[in-house]
């Protein structure tokens, strides 16, 4: 295709906290929070979708501020113990070959970092936010001077779609077709994060256990409100 082989890829999700807007985000700064639980499974499943499952990971993390102060309205002044790690490197092996590179952190004031490029042997694919389900898909092939706009070959190009994975699921449980949004996906991406804070925690690789089938792309042609041919 237009991308060639895939080499690699790196996604950054890159934020100054929840504290300055979340109501009450006590949550996110204890057991089962910080930035790669709560916002890396938008990055991972994308990656997935793209490259494939992952074979082994390796990673850093740390606990840059013992406290955090909500500024928020309901909370403003409000002292926030930090109990996890609140910025994490991982870097991804999946069992194609490709090597993904994931930062998640609560823990910087701004960035101009993209939010997931995916790069081939005959060029780079730049893609929008995960988490906002919609944006431009650009190209820029060797040999280019600049970028272009790739054209979108079904529905769902914008808007905020968080329930499209839930009518996906619904669709195949009523029709008999491989889940998209699957268990196996949602395990193995949860493997992926825990792996990633194991070899945090250990300073060693960790390999997964598990596996999952790329899932099968929307059919071309799809309008908005479709599932299906």
């Given at each position: 295709?237009?991308?060639?082989?895939?080499?690699?890829?790196?996604a950054?999700?890159?934020?100054?906290?929840?504290e300055?807007?979340?109501?009450n985000p006590?949550?996110?700064?204890q057991?089962?929070?910080?930035p790669?639980?709560?916002?890396?499974?938008?990055?991972?499943?994308?990656?997935?979708?793209?490259?494939?499952?992952?074979?082994?990971?390796?990673?850093?993390?740390?606990?840059s501020?013992?406290?955090?102060?909500?500024?928020?309205?309901?909370?403003y002044?409000?002292?926030?113990?930090?109990?996890?790690?609140?910025?994490?490197?991982?870097?991804l092996?999946?069992?194609?070959?490709?090597?993904?590179?994931?930062?998640?952190?609560f823990?910087?004031?701004?960035?101009?970092?993209?939010?997931?490029?995916?790069?081939?042997?005959?060029?780079?694919?730049?893609?929008?936010?995960?988490?906002?389900?919609?944006?431009?898909v650009?190209?820029?092939?060797?040999?280019?001077?600049?970028?272009?706009?790739?054209?979108?070959?079904?529905?769902?190009?914008?808007?905020?779609?968080?329930?499209?994975?839930?009518a996906?699921l619904?669709?195949a449980?009523?029709?008999?077709?491989?889940?998209?949004?699957?268990?196996d996906?949602?395990?193995?991406?949860?493997e992926?994060?825990?792996?990633?804070?194991?070899?945090?925690?250990?300073?060693?690789?960790?390999?997964?256990?598990?596996?999952?089938?790329?899932?099968?792309?929307?059919?071309?042609?799809?309008?908005?409100?479709?599932?299906?041919?």
């Open positions: 295709g237009w991308l060639g082989t895939p080499v690699a890829a790196t950054f999700m890159m934020s100054r906290g929840p300055s807007w979340h109501p006590f949550f996110f700064y057991p089962g929070g910080g790669l639980l709560d916002m890396a499974p938008y990055y991972l499943t994308a990656i997935i979708n793209l490259l494939g499952p992952v074979r082994r990971v390796v990673s850093m993390a740390r606990r501020f013992e406290t955090r102060r909500a500024t928020s309205k309901e909370l002044g409000t002292i926030i113990p930090v109990e996890v790690e609140t910025h994490v490197v991982g870097v092996e999946h069992q194609g070959g490709a090597i993904s590179t994931l930062i998640t952190t823990d910087v004031a701004a960035s101009e970092l993209p939010r997931l490029e995916v790069y081939g042997s005959e060029g780079t694919l730049s893609a929008p936010d995960p988490n906002t389900f919609g944006g431009p650009r190209l820029r092939r060797w040999g280019a001077e600049s970028w272009s706009e790739l054209p979108i070959s079904h529905g769902y190009r914008t808007g905020n779609w968080r329930g499209l994975g839930a996906d619904a669709q449980l009523r029709t008999g077709r491989p889940q998209r949004a699957s268990g996906l949602a395990y193995h991406v949860l992926v994060m825990l792996a990633i804070l194991a070899a945090a925690h250990s300073g060693q690789a960790q390999t997964l256990t598990s596996t999952v089938a790329r899932p099968a792309p929307l059919p071309l042609g799809l309008l908005e409100g479709e599932l299906d041919d």
